[in-house]
C-alpha cells in the first residue's frame, strides 16, 4: 500500500515537474530525488517479501518432516498435476 501510494505520488511529481516552464528545473530535480527514493524501497520491501517466503517454504518443510506418512499420502494425493495425469 505504501509503495503505491509512494508510486503515484512520483507519478504526480513528475506531471508537475514536466509542465513548468523552461527556466524552472527544481520539478526535475524533485522528481529524480523521487525516483532515488522510489527505487530504494522497492528494494527494501522486494527484499522482506522475498525474504519472507523463504521463511515460509522452510517452516513448511519442518511441518512436513513431523508429518505423519499417512498425512502425507493425504495431501499427495490431494494435489493432482495435469501433466502427470497424462502420464
Known amino acids: 500500500m505504501?509503495?503505491?501510494v509512494l508510486l503515484l505520488l512520483t507519478v504526480a511529481i513528475s506531471i508537475a515537474g514536466i509542465i513548468q516552464r523552461n527556466h524552472v528545473n527544481i520539478g526535475l530535480v524533485?522528481?529524480?530525488?523521487a525516483l532515488l527514493?522510489?527505487?530504494i524501497v522497492v528494494v527494501v520491501i522486494g527484499?522482506?517479501?522475498w525474504?519472507?517466503?523463504?521463511?515460509e517454504g522452510v517452516n513448511f518443510h519442518k511441518l512436513w518432516l513431523s508429518a505423519s506418512t499417512n498425512?502425507?499420502?493425504v495431501l499427495?494425493?490431494?494435489?493432482?498435476?495435469?501433466?502427470?495425469?497424462l502420464i
Open 30 to 33: 524533485v522528481l529524480n530525488y
Open 47 to 49: 527484499t522482506y517479501v
Open 2 to 4: 505504501v509503495l503505491g
Open 37 to 39: 527514493v522510489d527505487a
Open 71 to 73: 498425512s502425507r499420502i
Open 51 to 55: 525474504w519472507s517466503t523463504l521463511q
Open 76 to 85: 499427495q494425493d490431494q494435489v493432482s498435476l495435469p501433466f502427470f495425469s
